[in-house]
């Protein structure tokens, strides 16, 4: 699984390599919370903040957000052949093993430990904002924000109850569904939200500042 989150910039790389347009481009909106709730957001999409201004050029280092988890499958389709490997989004099971440090856990109530400011962007932290990737401590295996500045998507279909019935080994989540699970929590996120046992599902089509994705390659 990568280090990082994918960052602005190189998911600007990957839509100029390919003429790929992402699909709030396509509907020309992206969903944005005004402090009271979340609104369609006109001209938003991957190029900006979550505060609806567009990123300068030294800020593309950070997560990219506004993206479906239809462009995340798209990025990965894109690297996979560019780099002569699978790449792809991790299950929510290979997400949270991960999260946890592997085998290496110490089994922190967040992805490298127990206090939320070593090793997240959050509510109490972040000042309402994505931060660039990599900046805090890392987990147990090396991997950087894993909790906290943006939820990242994973490629199972989202279903609560899904975990007490199924499979013990390597499970990919429900066959069907309308809701695509996310993990990791965000930057407004306090610690109920940001544990590692935390689990939410978004609509497939979602963009939002609070979303992004990493990628895992197959061996």
Excluded at 66 to 76: G, K, L, M, R, T
């Amino acid at each position: 699984i990568c280090k990082y989150e994918v960052t602005v910039h190189e998911f600007e790389y990957f839509l100029k390599q390919t003429g790929y347009v992402s699909e709030a481009e396509k509907e020309g909106w992206s969903w944005i919370y005004n402090g009271t709730e979340w609104v369609k957001a006109d001209g938003v999409d991957w190029r900006f903040n979550a505060n609806g201004s567009m990123y300068r050029e030294n800020e593309k280092n950070k997560p990219v957000t506004f993206v479906s988890w239809n462009d995340a499958v798209e990025y990965c389709k894109w690297l996979s052949g560019a780099q002569g490997k699978t790449f792809r989004l991790p299950t929510e099971a290979e997400w949270e093993f991960a999260s946890r440090g592997g085998t290496k856990s110490k089994g922190y109530i967040y992805s490298g430990s127990n206090k939320m400011d070593e090793i997240c962007w959050c509510k109490n932290n972040s000042d309402n904002e994505v931060h660039p990737v990599g900046l805090k401590k890392p987990n147990e295996l090396g991997l950087y924000d894993m909790t906290g500045n943006v939820y990242e998507w994973c490629s199972d279909f989202y279903d609560e109850k899904y975990y007490s019935n199924s499979p013990e080994i390597n499970p990919k989540g429900p066959e069907k569904g309308v809701f695509h699970t996310v993990r990791g929590a965000c930057y407004t996120n306090d610690g109920l939200f940001s544990r590692v046992s935390s689990r939410q599902g978004e609509l497939t089509p979602k963009r939002s500042p609070a979303t992004g994705f990493r990628v895992v390659q197959e061996n």
